[in-house]
């Protein structure tokens, strides 16, 4: 399994930006796939994650900002990040486990195969 992140950058707050995860080495559609962060100083977060069913889930405070999507036939997963706050800056991991769970709880589970992340920073 292979999650190279992509996207990650400088932006100020209020602004955009999309994350892209290129996956391979496993049957994309048989996988629940998302998104994870980390702040300086904090524990990992769950953030997004599409589950092997189709579904979206979404932490709390990303609700209405963020949405994830995927292109099955790249095999790849988005992560499109509007009216970004400063509380967004993090390291996002891309991350995959072939678990057929539903739910928001995978997101403080956490998942078995990540990336090497990618930073976001949002100033203000």
């Known amino acids: 399994v292979q999650l190279v992140e992509s996207g990650g950058g400088l932006v100020q707050a209020g602004g955009s930006l999309r994350l892209s995860c290129a996956a391979s080495?496993?049957?994309?559609?048989?996988?629940?796939i998302g998104w994870f962060r980390q702040a300086p100083g904090k524990e990992r977060e769950g953030v997004s994650y599409?589950?092997?069913?189709?579904?979206?889930y979404y932490t709390d405070s990303v609700k209405g900002r963020f949405t994830i999507s995927s292109d099955n036939a790249k095999n790849t997963v988005y992560l499109q990040m509007n009216s970004l706050k400063p509380e967004d800056t993090a390291v996002y991991y891309c991350a995959a486990d072939p678990t057929k769970m539903e739910g928001e709880s995978l997101l403080y589970i956490g998942m078995d195969y990540w990336g090497k992340g990618t930073l976001v920073t949002v100033s203000s």
């Open positions: 080495g496993f049957t994309f559609d048989d996988y629940a």
């Open positions: 599409i589950s092997s069913g189709g579904s979206r």
